[in-house]
C-alpha cells in the first residue's frame, strides 16, 4: 500500500503539466529534452516524446538521475509505449556555424518534424524555446518534474550515447564510448596527446586548447583521425 500511495504522489507530480492540457482538451502534448550541449565532440540530438493519456511509469525520471542500463530498459519502453516519438540529430559542423543554442533549437524542431503525428502542445525543457508554430511552455528543470520531458530526456540521452559509442570504435584513442565527448580529465589529455580528430566541435575546443596549451611549444594537430565518418542518424 505504501508503494502504491508513493507512486500515485509521485504521479501526480510528474503528470501536472500533462493533466493541466488534457483539462483544457489538449490531448496531443509532446515533452521536448536534448542531450549533448556540452560535450567537446559529436552531436547534439533531442527527442520528442507524446505518451497517452494517464500513463505513468514511476522509474521514468531525469536521465541524469537514471544509471545506463536502466536507461536502456526505459528507452525501449517508451517507445514501446508511446503515441510517437521523434528523434532529432544535429551534428558538430553545423553547432560550429551556427551556435550550440541555434543547434540545440534546430535539433529540437527536427524532433518535432519526426514525429509521426503533430502535437497539440509542446513541454519543453529549459527556460528558452523559439522559432515554432506550435503553442508551448519552457520548464526549468522540466526533466524532473514534468513526465513527457523526462521520457524524452531518457530517449534524447540513450540515443546520444549510441551514437557515440559507434564513434568511438571509428576513434578509438580518445574514449567516446565511456566519456561520451564530455570535457573530462582523460579527454582533454587524449586531445592533448592525439590532437583533434573530426568529430570535435572546434568552437568548443578553440578554448580548451588555448587554456592546456602553452601556443609556443606545443601545436594542436587538427583532422588526424582522417575522414569524418558519421554514424547514420537512428
Not at 553547432?95 to 513541454?123: C, G, Q, W, Y
Request: proline content about 4%.
Amino acid at each position: 500500500m505504501a508503494a502504491k500511495a508513493a507512486n500515485e504522489k509521485r504521479a501526480e507530480i510528474m503528470l501536472c503539466w500533462e493533466r493541466a492540457l488534457w483539462a483544457r482538451g489538449i490531448t496531443r502534448v509532446a515533452g521536448i529534452d536534448e542531450a549533448g550541449r556540452g560535450p567537446l565532440a559529436g552531436p547534439v540530438v533531442a527527442a520528442a516524446v507524446i505518451m497517452p493519456r494517464e500513463f505513468f511509469h514511476p522509474r521514468v525520471d531525469d536521465s541524469k538521475k537514471i544509471r545506463a542500463p536502466l536507461r536502456a530498459e526505459l528507452a525501449a519502453m517508451i517507445q514501446k509505449e508511446a503515441v510517437s516519438v521523434g528523434i532529432g540529430v544535429v551534428d558538430h559542423e553545423v553547432i560550429d556555424r551556427v551556435n550550440i543554442l541555434n543547434a540545440t533549437f534546430e535539433a529540437m524542431h527536427r524532433a518535432v518534424k519526426n514525429l509521426s503525428v503533430t502535437p497539440d502542445f509542446l513541454l519543453v525543457d529549459g527556460n528558452r524555446f523559439r522559432g515554432c508554430d506550435i503553442p508551448f511552455v519552457t520548464i526549468v528543470g522540466g526533466d524532473a518534474c514534468c513526465f513527457s520531458i523526462a521520457a524524452a530526456s531518457i530517449i534524447a540521452k540513450v540515443t546520444r550515447d549510441r551514437i557515440m559509442e559507434e564513434y568511438d570504435a571509428r576513434y578509438p584513442a580518445y574514449g567516446f564510448a565511456r566519456h561520451k565527448g564530455y570535457a573530462t580529465r582523460a579527454h582533454r589529455a587524449a586531445i592533448l596527446r592525439h590532437g583533434l580528430c573530426a568529430i570535435h566541435r572546434r568552437s568548443f575546443t578553440r578554448k580548451l586548447v588555448a587554456e592546456l596549451l602553452d601556443d609556443q611549444s606545443i601545436n594542436i594537430r587538427e583532422g588526424i583521425a582522417g575522414r569524418d565518418h558519421r554514424p547514420a542518424a537512428p
